[in-house]
């Protein structure tokens, strides 16, 4: 599985490289073969977030804005929660997490004399500086943004684990998220996938044309983070609001063709994934399970028609596509506990 030594330095490694992403795929496997390799990786990974959370509490305590690799669920402090939360073996260290994540959502930063989110990164969606965002950005998705930090709180609400703040920044979390559901002209709402200061200056507007349908910046990815913070915070009509804006979103055509290929990351893959997590979840008068079996065939529809990925790989790759056919298999599926290193579940 890994043909060279996994990287466990805290600038580089998350829970998609090196060292976190071995021990998740251990643990997810669960055979007893692993038993030993696993437990080798516990102490490097501990002092990894130690170090990581360190550091991201001394930039909270300066009021800098972060990069996005310090919180996102790819490369950051989220991701390596998602992995303390799937594995269950620290609960210790992951609260230090969720502590993280609540002064994250709670505590502005500030950038060029404004006031703005501590979420707010210093960079690009590209992880670098660049000149379409000099002064950084607000990023929406779960990939790398706040839709990240929000649902890990919630799922670590769901398993019993709370911090001082949590409720209350889950809280403003829907309301966060309900104030930027943009009315789109096809009907519903989206989130933006990203802003710039100015755009976040100016606010809410009231038109948005929705983007790409996907779990890693789209609604199925947003969505499902406003309806798990609205289940911890028992906020029915967050709730209602996040299913019907899914629920909208994948009863619309003119979404759907947006999705043109069948990954986890943006495809069809990671699409059903995320509504099959959200009608599971769902209010007994949400549409969302009625639509399951439409998406299921038009996700198969497409692999049979040749469509997998040539590449390999979980988020991109032909084996996350083949995961979720064996996930969605209704006859003899596979354990979904898998789908928390996407924080669907």
Not at 48 to 69: F, G, I, N, W
Not at 165 to 190: F, I, K, M, N, V
Request: charged share 20%; proline share 8%.
């Amino acid at each position: 599985m890994a043909g060279e030594p996994a990287a466990a330095h805290p600038d580089s490694a998350g829970l998609f490289y090196g060292a976190p992403a071995v021990a998740f795929a251990l643990h997810t496997v669960g055979h007893p073969a692993y038993r030993s390799a696993l437990a080798s990786l516990e102490q490097p990974l501990v002092e990894m977030v130690s170090a990581r959370l360190a550091a991201a509490h001394e930039r909270l305590d300066s009021r800098r804005p972060a990069r996005m690799r310090e919180y996102d669920l790819i490369s950051g402090l989220s991701g390596l929660g998602a992995y303390l939360l799937h594995r269950g073996s620290s609960p210790e260290l992951l609260c230090g997490v969720l502590r993280y994540l609540v002064r994250l959502l709670r505590e502005p930063v500030s950038v060029r004399g404004h006031e703005v989110p501590g979420w707010w990164t210093s960079d690009g969606p590209s992880g670098r500086p660049g000149n379409a965002f000099p002064s950084g950005h607000a990023n929406w998705g779960v990939a790398h943004g706040v839709a990240g930090p929000i649902t890990l709180l919630a799922l670590a609400a769901r398993a019993g684990l709370s911090v001082p703040g949590q409720q209350e920044a889950l809280t403003d979390a829907c309301r966060l998220l309900e104030r930027w559901a943009l009315p789109a002209p096809e009907g519903g709402a989206a989130w933006p996938e990203t802003l710039g200061l100015d755009a976040w200056l100016d606010g809410p507007v009231p038109q948005y044309r929705a983007g790409r349908p996907s779990w890693c910046y789209g609604t199925p990815g947003i969505a499902r983070a406003l309806q798990l913070a609205s289940v911890a915070c028992d906020m029915k009509d967050s709730r209602v609001r996040a299913e019907d804006l899914l629920a909208a979103c994948l009863g619309d055509p003119r979404q759907l063709d947006r999705v043109t290929d069948l990954t986890v990351c943006h495809g069809w893959a990671g699409l059903c994934l995320a509504a099959e997590q959200a009608a599971a979840d769902a209010s007994v008068t949400s549409p969302l399970r009625r639509m399951l079996p439409s998406l299921r065939d038009e996700f198969t529809a497409r692999l049979e028609r040749g469509e997998l990925p040539e590449g390999a790989g979980l988020l991109t790759g032909a084996d996350g596509v083949l995961l979720t056919v064996h996930t969605l298999n209704t006859s003899h599926p596979v354990a979904s506990g898998w789908a928390t290193c996407l924080l669907l579940i």
